[in-house]
């Protein structure tokens, strides 16, 4: 797995900018020039030394060992997607490694068919809408006429001003965060691949609002997060969405379930039925 020089940079000063010394047991001390942490105190934190740390921040080290990644990992305070994110950009295997693929086997579309009940998607790592159940369809309406190549869920966000409108208006920057955050995740995990470099080059180019968010350098995977819907149908419903990965975490069933005692948005979803979505998106 080759090393990501360039990347590894950005991210370890990143991360060090977005700590202060008080989130890490130290004394503010005098006032500072430069936000977050400096060199020292990180190096110190790691048990390195403040050169190597300012050549792995400049691109111009050697490949880090897992024990040194391990220890910058614990001095920069990073949650478990984050060290992986640091693992991978170093050209290491992270503890619990994973692999992308966009096969969808006969077991996930056994659940897929047993979920029936309640609006189910499977996507890819990278966003791709593999699957979805006629709730699903019901919910957030049809891609039948959609080009292969544009069932992406980040795609069709960043590029189909109508996707996000389905969104309350309060919700949609943080959800436009989380898609990025999530898809740099696994973009990593790929190992930066020629799927993710052209996908990210694709919407580096097709949205400002998207390459503005993918140089925050923020990484975090989606496993369960609430759904504000504005449906053109029935309003604003709620809905709690549970992200289940494969072994692999190459592929991610999303399924949609109500807040507890609400059940009227899944009544109301089963009479509208998945063919007047297909049929409102035709007439359209």
């Known amino acids: 797995m080759a090393m990501n020089r360039e990347d590894l940079a950005d991210f ?29 105190e990180v190096s110190q934190l790691a048990g390195m030394s403040a050169d190597y740390l300012m050549r792995l921040e400049q ?3 050697p490949q880090p060992s897992t024990q040194m990644l391990a220890a910058l990992a614990r001095a920069l305070r990073l949650n478990v ?15 619990e490694g994973a692999r992308a693929g966009d096969y969808l086997g006969p077991a996930m579309l056994y659940i897929l068919d047993r979920l029936e009940g309640v609006p189910v998607q ?9 699957a979805q159940n006629d709730m699903a369809l019901a919910l957030f309406g ?20 109508d996707v996000r409108r389905q969104f309350a208006a309060e919700e949609r920057e943080e959800q436009a965060r ?17 799927a993710s470099r052209t996908l990210v080059t694709r919407l580096r180019a097709a949205s400002p609002e998207f390459a503005a968010l993918w140089d925050r350098h923020e990484v975090a995977v989606r496993r369960s997060h609430p759904y504000r819907l504005d449906h053109p149908d029935l309003g604003r419903i709620e809905f709690d969405c549970e992200v289940l990965a494969t072994p692999a975490a ?6 949609f379930t109500p807040p507890p005692g609400q059940t009227d948005a899944l009544d109301l979803l089963r009479t509208l039925g998945p063919q007047h ?3 409102a998106a035709a007439g359209q």
Do not use: K, M
């Open 12 to 40: 370890l000063r990143r991360s060090r900018e977005r700590l202060g010394p008080r989130d890490v047991g130290l004394v503010e001390g005098p006032r500072r020039r430069t936000p977050g942490l400096r060199r020292e």
């Open 59 to 61: 691109g111009r080290s």
């Open 81 to 95: 997607d984050e060290r992986d994110h640091l693992y991978l950009l170093a050209g290491q295997r992270p503890p």
């Open 122 to 130: 499977v996507l890819s790592d990278l966003g791709d809408l593999l």
């Open 142 to 161: 049809c891609v039948c006429d959609v080009a292969h190549e544009d069932r992406n869920i980040v795609v069709r966000w960043f590029t189909e001003p």
């Open 178 to 194: 989380q898609l990025v955050a999530d898809l740099r995740a696994a973009v990593a995990r790929r190992g930066n691949d020629e």
């Open 250 to 255: 190459d592929q991610r069933l999303r399924v």
């Open 277 to 279: 979505q297909c049929d």
